[in-house]
């Protein structure tokens, strides 16, 4: 089992910049492909953006790609999500998921997907 943890979410200006983090504690870090999803006030969760257990693929949704670049560092148990030129249709609760993978080079995108997932942290862009 792991336990995943979400910082980093803020009010920024439109045009702005954040990085979110995600740490993970409990079962080895390297076993797991990594997810980040995001979910506005009455709407669903959707998928942002995903990266394999290797680290070596990424994909994300067409709405972030180009803005969004998703990361893991490995010693430090963390995955990252470097958000640029927001917009305000970017504002949500944003939430880190992980699951363990039948292949280390596959992505998931799918909510139902993933087994475990952190308590979100919140992104408002302001226009």
């Known amino acids: 089992q792991v336990r995943l943890v979400e910082s980093g979410g803020s009010l920024v200006q439109a045009g702005g910049s954040l990085r979110l983090s995600c740490a993970a504690s409990?079962?080895?870090?390297?076993?797991?492909?990594m997810g980040w999803f995001r979910q506005a006030p009455g709407k669903e969760r959707e998928f942002v953006a995903a990266i394999a257990r290797s680290g070596s693929s990424t994909y994300y949704a067409n709405s972030v790609k180009g803005r969004f670049a998703i990361s893991r560092d490995m010693p430090k148990n963390t995955v990252y999500l470097q958000m640029n030129s927001l917009k305000p249709e970017d504002t949500a609760n944003y939430y880190c998921?992980?699951?363990?993978?039948?292949?280390?080079?596959?992505?998931?995108?799918?909510?139902?997907?993933?087994?475990?997932w952190g308590q979100g942290t919140q992104v408002t862009v302001s226009s």
């Open positions: 409990g079962r080895t870090f390297s076993s797991y492909a």
């Open positions: 998921a992980a699951t363990i993978p039948m292949f280390q080079y596959r992505v998931y995108t799918g909510v139902g997907e993933y087994d475990y």
